[in-house]
């Protein structure tokens, strides 16, 4: 049997066994590409291949800023300023039809600027828009829906778990991706905002508009988001001048968010305790993510078969933009199937080439692809957003997809968007940096 | 019953020291900033990030199993019958023990290679080794969490024959 068709066969095996087995995907991808590497090359290799590989992954530098990016959030979220950055938005933009779900999407996107994962965002997000919305008699599909599409900005919105995860793998400079990703992230945030104001106008009993607020009580309201603003502003500013490392840009932010919240008094010992907790399994969950992708990487990398997918996609001669649609549609598609990340790591081998060679800069095709991502994550079967969204709220699973379900076009738009001027949409930014 | 206390005092030392790791390497990254600043650098601080990154994540290995925070792709599995669920998870357990008791046994035989040549780190010339027999014990720990699971679906509520 040729190593092409084994690599096929590997990657059926890793469905069949992620839908019929209860392993989890980072497992299961682990689990294939080791007992495929043991049947390509022998299964002295494949054991040397899981000790090695594992102790690479775990004490990589670069992926040291996951558990760091993580904890500023966590860190954030617990001592409240979740509810202080909904608190401003409320009282600068509730007062519209669909305010509250607009303020949602927009305090999502304030956290973002802190938090590098959307089950972060989505979490502080349900526990803290729903039960308003609920109070309002929003409907629970406008609800539930603003919420987890707003979450998706966590992991779109620098500092992003994709992007450094994108960077590391491909050799792109972090800063350049995080400065590349403003004007993307600012589009999707416009084009998800716009879908509420769609939705309200389409179902104008579905979001009351809210009360409306003195000049004086919304500018009362803003120290909460200024701190904030503080502390993305120097994750930005140190990756733009290039003097320190991701790393180290990830460890001064939790740093100092640890100084501000102590200095506000807003963190206990007990939500301290919580934060680290939260942060150990979430980078935890990550990394083995990361650490499966990479070893079922590594085998189809040894049957050949990205190289051989390489030249079969080549070989039908279609215009370059179609090759690339074509690309992001199996993104769409394998985001159903299986987790968002993993599916990039094992997807990347073989169309980042691919993609190179059409002459798609890597920084553009990075935003392009974190865009698809997050998309993933609120797409039926497995749409992390909305599991914990509806975990959370009590809301039907069902129902918290169909309301995501509203937010897809902008995801779409975007992506267009970006695809009509790569230059002005991402590298003028992110040829800035050093 | 000893040995689930057993493996819960196990996961409970790996993630305090998870945690002392995640705070120890904050601090290093940032102190190592900040003398840069000053012009006196820490030679070698991004080996030491790097290792105590090692610990974080292998720190966190075996709670994060008991809690079950792994994406599962249970859409089909969840319509099976009960009796075919519960025989699933016997397999997937069996499988994930498997899996990852090579996982820690590999960790360690590369350990052992490092401890045996005397392989030391690029630039701060330290012995890496216990590092890596860190990383070995938190994929033991999580060995055993997922036999503990196995031993549980076979005689729920510690039950035995």
């Given at each position: 049997m040729s190593g092409p068709v084994i690599g096929v066969l590997g990657i059926a095996a890793m469905f069949v066994i992620l839908f019929?087995?209860?392993?989890p995907a980072a497992f299961t991808m682990a689990l294939v590409g080791f007992a495929g590497i043991a049947l390509v090359t022998s299964v002295e290799a494949a054991f040397g291949i899981v000790g090695t590989e594992m102790w690479n992954i775990f004490s990589s530098y670069g992926l040291t800023v996951i558990p760091l990016f993580i904890l500023v959030g966590e860190i954030v979220h617990y001592a409240g300023y979740n509810t202080g950055l909904y608190d401003a938005t409320y009282k600068w933009?509730?007062?519209?039809?669909?305010g509250l779900a607009m303020t949602t999407i927009m305090a999502s996107a304030a956290f973002s600027a802190i938090s590098g994962s959307n089950t972060a965002t989505a979490a502080t997000m349900s526990a803290v828009a729903i039960p308003a919305m609920k109070e309002y008699r929003y409907h629970p599909m406008l609800n539930a829906g603003s919420v987890a599409a707003g979450a998706t900005l966590g992991v779109l919105i620098p500092p992003s778990i994709v992007l450094v995860v994108y960077g590391l793998y491909t050799g792109q400079s972090i800063g350049k991706l995080f400065f590349g990703n403003i004007i993307p992230s600012a589009v999707l945030t416009v084009a998800i905002l716009g879908t509420v104001v769609w939705i309200c106008r389409v179902h104008p009993d579905w979001g009351a508009a809210g009360p409306r607020f003195t000049w004086k009580e919304r500018i009362r309201a803003l120290p909460e988001a200024i701190d904030i603003l503080v502390l993305f502003g120097i994750i930005m500013y140190a990756l733009f001048t290039g003097v320190v490392t991701a790393t180290e840009a990830a460890a001064v932010s939790c740093f100092l968010g640890f100084a501000i919240c102590l200095a506000r008094r807003r963190l206990t010992w007990r939500k301290f305790l919580d934060s680290m907790t939260d942060t150990l399994r979430i980078s935890c969950m990550v990394f083995m993510i990361v650490a499966g992708a990479v070893i079922f990487a590594r085998f189809l990398t040894i049957t050949r078969l990205p190289f051989e997918a390489a030249g079969w996609i080549q070989a039908l001669a279609l215009p370059r933009w179609m090759v690339l649609w074509v690309i992001l549609l199996c993104y769409i598609v394998g985001g159903c199937v299986m987790d968002a990340l993993a599916f990039l790591l094992v997807s990347l081998p073989i169309f980042y080439p691919l993609v190179i060679q059409l002459g798609y800069d890597p920084v553009w095709f990075g935003q392009v692809i974190t865009i698809v991502t997050t998309m993933g994550s609120i797409m039926?079967?497995?749409g992390i957003c909305c599991y914990v969204v509806s975990g959370m709220s009590g809301i039907p699973l069902g129902t918290v997809f169909r309301g995501s379900f509203y937010y897809m076009p902008s995801y779409i738009v975007s992506i267009i968007i970006l695809m009509i001027s790569p230059y002005w949409t991402v590298l003028v930014l992110s040829d800035l940096v050093k | 019953m000893g040995l689930e206390r057993f493996s819960a005092g196990l996961r409970k030392i790996l993630m305090v020291a998870g945690g002392v790791s995640l705070l120890a390497l904050t601090l290093l990254a940032t102190a190592n900033v900040a003398l840069r600043i000053l012009r006196v650098p820490v030679g070698g601080a991004y080996e030491i990030v790097s290792f105590l990154g090692a610990i974080v994540t292998a720190g966190a290995l075996g709670f994060t199993q008991k809690r079950k925070d792994h994406i599962v792709v249970d859409i089909l599995s969840d319509r099976f019958p009960v009796p075919v669920k519960r025989a699933l998870d016997r397999v997937s357990y069996a499988i994930m023990f498997v899996l990852f008791s090579i996982v820690s046994w590999q960790t360690f035989v590369y350990g052992m290679r490092l401890l045996a040549t005397g392989e030391l780190s690029e630039?701060?010339?330290?012995?890496y080794y216990p590092f890596v027999f860190g990383v070995c014990l938190g994929f033991a720990v999580l060995a055993l969490t997922i036999l503990l699971d196995l031993v549980e679906t076979v005689w729920p509520g510690g039950e035995r024959p």
């Open positions: 019929s087995l209860r392993i933009f509730g007062h519209f039809r669909g039926p079967p497995i | 630039t701060l010339r330290i012995a």
